[in-house]
C-alpha cells in the first residue's frame, strides 16, 4: 500500500492505475462501517484509493473538529490488511488555499433536516468530495447509507456537473444491539451507549408500525417519538421521499425514515430506507 501525504505523491502513485478506480472518503477512526464501504469497492474494482481527511470546511463553528477522534495509525493497519491500493492522508494546507471558489448545496434538498440543523455542512462536504474526486480519479466512488442526505446531495452533485464518477450507496452497518456505527459513537459514556439505542429501536418501531400497515406519517412520527424519550434532545425525525420532499403517507420503495438526536454529548443519526 502506497502512504500519500500529499497531492504530488497521490499524483504520482496515480500514475500506475489503469483501469476501473475505486475510492472511499472518509474522515478516519475507521470503523466496521467504513470497511465494510472498502470491501465493496475492493471486489469491485481493479484499484482502491481511500481517503482520510478531516475536513474543516463542514463543520460549524463550535462543532467537534478539534476533538474529532484520530487514529492515524490503526486506520493505516486497517486499510493495509483491507488491501488499499493508496491511502490518501492530505494536509488541510494541500487541500485549500485563500478565497476558494465554493459549491453550495442545493437550495431545498440542502436546507431541510441536517442541512437546516448544520446550516453550511453541506457547502463543505459537496466542496471536499468535489475536490477527492477530481484527485482520485475514481469511476466508482462509495458512500454509506447512513448519511442519507449526504448520499443524495452527492449524487446530486455528480449530475448536476456532469461527473464521470458513480455514486455507489453503502448499507447502514451496525452493532448487534442495532446502533448504527460512526465514529463519534467513541463519545458515549455510562448508560448514554444504552440510550443510544433509542435511534434504531424507533426506526424498528417504524418498521413494525408499516408491517402492520400503518401508512399514516403523522401517526408513525408520534410512536416513534415516544420511543426516543430516551434521547436527551431529538432534533428531528422526518419521512421523506427518496427526493427528500415531505409526505404524508409512506410509499413503499420510495421512502427515507431519518432521525437526529442528542445522546450525552454526540449528536446522533440513523435512518431507515423503506
Ligand atoms: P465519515 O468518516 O463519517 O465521513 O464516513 C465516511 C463514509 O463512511 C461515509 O460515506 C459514511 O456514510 C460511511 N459510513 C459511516 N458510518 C457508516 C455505517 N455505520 N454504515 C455504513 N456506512 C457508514
Known sequence: MIIARTIGELQVAKKALSGTIGFVPTMGALHQGHLSL???????????IVSIFVNPTQFLEGEDLDAYPRKDEADIKICELAKVDILFMPSI?????????????????????????RPGHFDGMLQVVMKLLNLSGATH??????????????????????????IVPCEIVRDDRGLALSSRNVYLQGDEKERALCLSKSLKKATHMILAKELDVASIKTEMLQVLNEADKVEYIAIVSREFKAIDTIEIGNTIILVAAWVGKPRLIDNLWI
Open 141 to 166: 466512488a462509495y458512500f454509506g447509507k447512513k448519511d442519507a442526505q449526504q448520499l443524495a446531495l452527492i449524487t446530486q452533485m455528480t449530475k448536476n456537473y456532469f461527473m464521470d464518477v458513480n
Open 93 to 117: 494546507e494541500d487541500m485549500y488555499e485563500e478565497d476558494e471558489l465554493c459549491i453550495g448545496a442545493p437550495a431545498v434538498r440542502g436546507y431541510v433536516l441536517e442541512g437546516e440543523k
Open 38 to 48: 472498502i470491501q465493496e469497492a475492493r471486489k469491485e474494482n481493479e484499484h482502491l
